[in-house]
């Protein structure tokens, strides 16, 4: 038990100095930012052509909000083209594409039917399409946006800001989930302004390593030197990211976060879902890792020994910590109903609760009332989220007993669409754009 005692006590003195760690560095993003994006917002003739690519595998009943997110965008519409690619669905998604492509002559919209073959050949084919067509050759920015996700209107026009350093080839967006009815949803909605608010810290640390699918932002050209997507992972968005980085390196930022430019998703519906989606995750990490492998412990002077000598392997330990952390949970029930000593488990409530309580109060891009809401229930939260470790340790326990099949499931080199089912809200109400639009880029890391 001593043992127990022992171990339980490094890794809260690890977690917490990791907590205050983040917090702090996550303070200088703002700062980081002006030196990243100088000089004044660009006109809109200084505005580069875009691509908007959103790949869609039965998305008939989320697709259209969609689709009016990004004609609604704040951005010169001559400059802005919307390529939607049909993966072979079952439904009527390709219908409402082709619709839509009707209903607004004036927008520039391009819809592509394939077999189903997955989404990142769906993004492939878009791509390929950009190729082929000399026309497109200034577009040398596209973006990623999931069928089922939405822009807000300022997304494009603060997303491209970021390009202007040369070093940048990708962003990432701030995605925010759509608000509904129900405990996990509202979990879920903390659990991504949290992790929105240490992807801060790991741009401004040059630790980024993940730009998400929804909304991602990347230099096309760039893309092109590493080999576009690739279909042997079914993470195909953190594959994308690293073989960016491995490729440039991270002594510039190459692959960053920009907390202004914010999307908007939605949860999932049950507990089944959840931990379906976090079993891809952990699983397509695991994979984009194996592949890149190189980069761990690299004396490459193309990276920061911090990202491939302390970063990089950390992640990796982290994972396996937390398999043990049921013998934690038990140690601390043990410690109640043996000792009646509940200052362990309240101090825990409350070190966590203030730390949720920090990331609420200092996120400028939710309303007050909703960050109100946050700091109220910060110690419900902090039970509530327990819920997700269950997803997230079941996703990890999954993912070790599956490593041994890595490298057979790379060579194997087949992409199959894994979404989890969603409820539709997105499809009735529009993304809550009014909270943010106010709010000047350089205010990010600040209290509105």
């Known amino acids: ?60 009943t989320t697709l259209n909000p969609c ?29 409402v594409a082709e619709h839509f492509k009707m209903t607004h002559p004036h927008r ?63 962003v990432a967006t701030h995605v925010k989930i759509v608000p509904e009815k129900g405990l996990l949803n509202y979990v879920q909605r903390f659990e991504y302004l949290t992790s929105y608010r240490m992807k801060r810290a790991q741009t401004v640390l040059g630790f980024d390593y993940i730009i998400g699918g929804i909304g991602s932002m990347m230099r096309r050209d760039a893309f092109d030197q590493v080999g576009r997507y690739e279909t042997n992972t079914i993470t195909e968005d953190i594959d994308a990211s690293m073989k960016l980085l491995h490729f440039f390196g991270n002594r510039r930022p190459t692959c960053i976060y920009a907390a202004d430019v914010i999307s908007y998703t939605e949860a999932c519906p049950n507990f089944r879902s959840l931990m379906t989606q976090r079993y891809r995750w952990k699983f397509g990490r695991s994979q984009t890792f194996y592949k890149r492998r190189e980069m761990f412990f690299s004396k490459s002077g193309r990276f920061k020994r911090s990202l491939t000598w302390v970063f990089l392997p950390l992640e990796v330990a982290f994972d396996f910590v937390f398999l043990i952390e049921p013998v934690f949970l038990f140690f601390l ?67 070790v007993s599956k490593l041994h099949t890595i490298p057979e499931s790379i060579v194997a080199g087949h992409q199959t669409w894994s979404s989890p089912p969603r409820s539709g809200a997105a499809s009735k109400q529009s993304a809550p754009a009014a909270t943010t639009a106010g709010v000047h880029p350089d205010a990010v890391g600040s209290a509105a």
């Open 108 to 170: 520039r919209i391009h819809v592509i039917r394939q077999k189903n073959q997955g989404k990142a050949s769906a993004l492939n084919n878009a791509l390929e399409y950009l190729a082929a067509n000399p026309e497109f050759d200034n577009c040398n920015i596209f973006m990623c946006l999931d069928a089922d996700s939405q822009l807000h209107p300022q997304a494009l026009r603060r997303g491209v800001e970021y390009f202007r350093n040369d070093g940048v080839k990708a």
């Open 333 to 399: 029930g043990y410690l109640i109903v043996r000792y009646g000593d509940w200052r362990t488990m309240l101090g825990a409530l409350v070190t966590v609760s203030v730390y949720m309580t920090i990331n609420a109060w200092r996120e400028p891009y939710y309303s007050k009332m909703d960050r109100a809401k946050f700091i109220l229930s910060a110690p419900l939260l902090y039970v509530a989220n327990y819920a997700l470790s269950i997803a997230e340790y079941s996703a990890s326990t999954k993912t």
């Open 1 to 60: 038990m001593r043992v127990i005692a022992v171990m339980f006590g490094v890794v809260a003195v690890i977690n917490l100095s990791r907590i205050c760690f983040y917090l702090i560095a996550s303070e200088l993003y703002p700062r980081w930012r002006r030196r990243l994006v100088a000089g004044s917002t660009l006109f809109d003739r200084e505005l580069p052509d875009v691509v908007v690519i959103t790949p869609a595998h039965n998305e008939g």
């Open 67 to 95: 689709l009016e997110s990004v004609s609604q965008l704040d951005y010169p519409w001559r400059k802005v083209l919307h390529i939607i690619v049909d993966d072979g669905s079952r439904d009527d998604t390709a219908l």
